[in-house]
C-alpha cells in the first residue's frame, strides 16, 4: 500500500493545479496519475445561467480504494449532553492511517423511557482506503474513543446505572 498522507489526498482531490498532469497547459481536463479522480475546470460567462459538462470517465479497474463503513455505538449516554467521538484506523503493525471525529448529542425523545436517564447512540464513520491492493486481503484495526465534552458545565448529573 502507498504511503498514506491525508494532505496529499486532499490535495489530490481538491487541488487543480496539482492533479493535473504538466502537459495540459491550459487545465481544463485531466487526470490523476491513477485516473482516479478527473478534473474538469468550469467557468461561466456573464449572464450564462446553465451549462452542461462531460468529464472525463474514470476506470474503476485502475482505481483500488476500498471503502469501510464503520456502525459506532455508545451505550449508557445522558440525555441532552454532548459528548465527542473518536475513531482512529491503524494498519496492522498500528500505524494511523486516517482517523475521524464527531460530536453528538442524544436527544430524549417519544421512544425514550420516562424513567431513564441515558440512551444509545448510534452514528455510522465512513472511510476511503487509498491506494490498496484489493486482489490482496488488509487488515486493519478500529480505535473508538468517546467522552462528554463538557461534564461540568451544568448542575444536571445523570445516572446511567
Do not use: Q, W
Not at 41 to 69: A, M, S, W
Not at 85 to 99: M, P
Amino acid at each position: 500500500m502507498d504511503k498514506f498522507n491525508n494532505d496529499n489526498l486532499r490535495d489530490e482531490l481538491y487541488s487543480v493545479e496539482k492533479s493535473c498532469k504538466k502537459d495540459h497547459p491550459d487545465h481544463h481536463d485531466c487526470h490523476d496519475g491513477y485516473n482516479c479522480v478527473t478534473t474538469k475546470k468550469i467557468c461561466f460567462k456573464p449572464c450564462e445561467f446553465c451549462k452542461k459538462v462531460d468529464t472525463k470517465p474514470i476506470d474503476l479497474n485502475k482505481c483500488t480504494d476500498r471503502f469501510l463503513k464503520l456502525k459506532v455505538t455508545i451505550n449508557n449516554v445522558c440525555f441532552d449532553k454532548e459528548i465527542s467521538v473518536g475513531v482512529i484506523l491503524c494498519d496492522c503493525r498500528g500505524k494511523i492511517i486516517d482517523f475521524k471525529c464527531f460530536t453528538a448529542i442524544k436527544h430524549k425523545d417519544c421512544h425514550s423511557c420516562c424513567d431513564k436517564a441515558c440512551g444509545t447512540l448510534t452514528r455510522k464513520v465512513f472511510f476511503n482506503i487509498p491506494k490498496s491492493d484489493a486482489c490482496r486481503p488488509l487488515e486493519l484495526t478500529a480505535r473508538v474513543v468517546a467522552n462528554y465534552t463538557s461534564p461540568c458545565d451544568d448542575d444536571d448529573s445523570c445516572d446511567c446505572c
